[in-house]
């Protein structure tokens, strides 16, 4: 794997590089956006008969010896010995359909539609993923999952940004004292340990919060809490680039601080605030997953990456249930994605300055 | 040479000093011994069992959690005690005792020649003393409730120095169970502390091994903060085996502080405990997969006494929604409620099959007590709308829920975040109530926040909680149901009962307390069950299993329903021979 990695950095071109980043984090984008599309199911219903049913297996070689062009799956059923053992019940294959109806859900949370996918008649289930303690779908869980923490990632990012870049801009561009105290509270905000301080804000919020309000202050609180790194380096890069020599000359020539700012302080700073966004949306995604994990984030039934991961505080499911640990390798796979995207970005803003 | 064996020999004495002073003494002929039946054992070995938390104190009379009783347990002893196995009451402290006529005077005869596990005699004068501070209002003792008969607290009279006479303002069913776990306190060490004020701060967790001392079977050797406690043999313990040999036969008993359940199992899995008490039935499944190369044998005993139960809150403080009583006083909505909910589902999904559905606040395996003419109404959502029909409620476009003034049903249940099985029940009936077209928020918070908001602040709208578990004789009982009870959770601090039905109820259990006939004690029991079931002040759930596991070579473990579930018994416990007498003692 290592080497692979480092076979491709040197192989490929650094803009093929951030091509190739860039087009596998808008195909899992894509894949969350249209999660109700592609889900089977929907993502709070519970099957009360199939707790912890493993990965339904995809079929092409039914009993008999005989081929299947189109791949089918088995009923799974609970042995009668063992409690939450299954076996695939041979008798009858049921063929994966494309474009089934289904539970109805919205596209890209807009449009309604009960058309899935892909999906297999009653009685059999098709669970990608597994199934959970309640005999929900994972795979579906995961997509629904994933809206919820991609989203909190995306938009506290944004926010974090936002604060970033204006106060950055303000205090390396206008100095003195404006710079001192900016940059002294933004030391604040570094030292600050968030986990405590979103541990503290939740308790002293009220029982009948909704899950919606939940979201957004989770958003609010991570977002505005990570604001000090993105404007210290801002502040750098407005700091250096208001002295230029040209920067002077525009000056001379009587352009207003606005001016200045927009056409020849801001555009340095978009390479460190793509590099910076590229490195907070991982963190905000795990940031979310881990309050979720701590049962600070959003509640039952609700899916989160962090609540599904939270299963796997319970010893038992940790060690039989391997199904459970798929929700990590979601977080990975996205996780990487955006590293390799801000390394990306990096090595491209480095070639730049030099 | 010569001065390595002049070494040796020191070290051997200097060792058999250290030995002897906590190995059993012989029975001297004026003690007044009981003589236990169970297996023979040997003596020694050390027993580690694995506790999720530490005990917050080690006085018996202040402790109120388990983990403090679990351990303040084994090293005190009662007058009379419930055995866990029989669930009948037997000698103990007391070697006999007589009931007057109008069953309202018990006098006591002690067992003379005992001493305390500081070699200090034990007599009348202990006991007296001893209910002196149960009964003292400044102390607040959780068993002083116990102690109040008719409104009156219990009259004790010192006879002689082995007799002591206890008065009861009226008759009182099975008196005698109210002494059980009522830990005889040695006067001579925490008189003064009393006398100055100070007994509330004696006997904590930091107490030097000296100053405590008691009537059980171990005593305190020595406590190391966050890790564990290590309790010694008692040398002068009171009950001996057929061979009289003096009991426990066990050198040490360990409580090793582990965390958490899941930690629990992990050590007990991994040898270093040797007994895993009220596993879950997930963790009991996983531990029975490798029970055979384990060495170690699992117990389901069956449904235990406690329920689990969907609480609502009745309580008239001023509420933070003005909407909230109107829902959940209308017993027509506890109704649909109770008739949404899934228990099968629960007993399924939260305790892997190992536990028994419940729709009244005794447990089926409470043979002697359950009434079981209760109907067991099957789950039926027809029903529950039809209920909510008839209570004014109606259905939005969407499915919603809306009361008669078209106000969405939406609500939160409050559990306890350590629990995973009580936050899996609200997950289920979360979704059972979500197809009535009602909004539930589950909201996990933390037990004692949890507490907070049931007993004093009454913020919450509907919470999970267990209760019961601790006898089999209703009368333990009485603080949930009677009006005015201090666990009387559903509306707490009723000066007078607020329905008919809770008149009724108090009226009922006040009778059977002081009816000493077992029959008619029952009947009027039965009819107070059948109250409690219609008026539903507790949506019942379930009873989980009692499932615990032990070292197959730990020899005479019997454990029981009743709690302490395994360690009861741990005066006769020893490890079998050739088995490598310390398994699981490394703390």
Known sequence: ?354 | MRRLAWLAALVLVLGSNSLARSSPQPAQSDEELQITDGEVGRYGGSLVVGQAAEPKTLNPVTAADVRSREVIGRMMADLIHINRDSQRTEPALAKSWAASRDGRVFTLKLRRGLRFSDDQPFDADDVVFSFQVYLDEKIHSPQRDLLIVGGKPIAVQKIDSYTVRFTLAQPYAAAERIFDSLAMLPRHLLEKAYQENRFTQVWNINESPAALAGMGPFRLKHYVPGQRVVLERNPYFWKMDQKRQRLPYLDELVFLFVGNEEAQVIRFQAGDTAIMNRVNAENYILLSRDAQNGGYGLFDLGPSLEYNFLLFNLNDAKASRANRPAWFSDLRFRQAVSSAIDREGIVKLVYAGRAVPLWGNVSPSNQLWVNQSLPHPARSLEHARELLKAAGFSWRGDGRLMDGKSQTVEFSIIVSSSNNQRTKIATIIQDDLSKLGMDVHVVPLEFRALLDRVFQTFDYDAAIMGLGGGDADPNPEMNVWLSSGSTHLWHLGETKPATDWEAQLDQLMQQQMVELKYDRRKRLYDQAQQVIAANLPYVFLATPNILVGARKNLANFKPAVLEPNTLWNVEQLYFREGSGATAGAKP
């Not at chain 1, 039914?62 to 088995?74: S, T």
């Not at chain 1, 994972?138 to 990632?153: H, N, T």
């Open chain 1, 1 to 354: 794997m290592k080497t692979g990695k480092m076979m491709t950095s040197k192989t490929m071109t650094n803009k093929a590089k951030t091509r190739a980043a860039a087009m596998v984090l808008v195909l899992l984008h894509g894949i969350i956006v249209f999660g109700g599309f592609i889900a089977p199911g929907e993502p709070a219903s519970q099957n009360r008969d199939f707790p912890f049913v493993p990965p339904t297996r995809l079929h092409f070689v039914d009993a008999q010896g005989h081929f299947h062009l189109r791949p089918f799956v088995y009923q799974s059923v609970s042995r009668p010995e063992g409690l939450y053992e299954y076996e695939e019940s041979r008798d009858q294959e049921y063929p994966i359909h494309l474009f089934v109806e289904g539970p109805k859900y919205k596209i890209a949370g807009l449009f309604l539609s009960s058309i899935h996918l892909f999906g297999v008649e009653a009685p059999a289930q098709i669970f990608l993923a597994g199934s959970d303690n309640y005999g929900r779908d994972q795979f579906s869980r995961i997509l629904y999952g994933g809206r919820i923490s991609l989203g909190a990632g995306l938009l506290a990012t944004g926010i974090s940004l936002s604060l970033g870049l204006l106060l950055g801009t303000i205090s390396g561009f206008y100095g003195r004292w404006v710079d001192e105290s900016v940059m002294r509270i933004a030391e604040l905000f570094l030292v600050l340990p968030w986990l405590y301080l979103l541990l503290a804000v939740r308790a002293f919020l009220p029982l009948h919060i909704s899950p919606v309000q939940t979201f957004f202050l989770l958003i609010a609180v991570i977002g505005s809490v990570g604001w000090a790194r993105p404007a210290r380096l801002v502040r750098g890069v407005v700091l250096s680039a208001r002295t230029r020599k040209y920067v002077l000359a525009s000056r001379g020539f009587g352009a207003s601080d606005s001016y200045v700012l927009r056409r020849h302080v801001l555009p340095h700073t978009y390479g460190v605030l793509l590099t910076q966004a590229a490195l907070l949306v991982p963190q905000y995604v795990i940031a979310e997953v881990t309050l979720s994990f701590l049962g600070l984030g959003l509640s039952e039934p609700l899916p989160s990456w962090g609540n599904l991961l939270a299963n796997l505080q319970q010893y038992n499911v940790l060690v039989s249930y391997w199904w459970m640990f798929a929700p990590a390798m979601a977080l990975v796979v996205f996780s990487l994605g955006y590293l390799a995207l801000a390394d990306a970005f990096h090595k491209r803003l480095q070639s730049v300055t030099v």
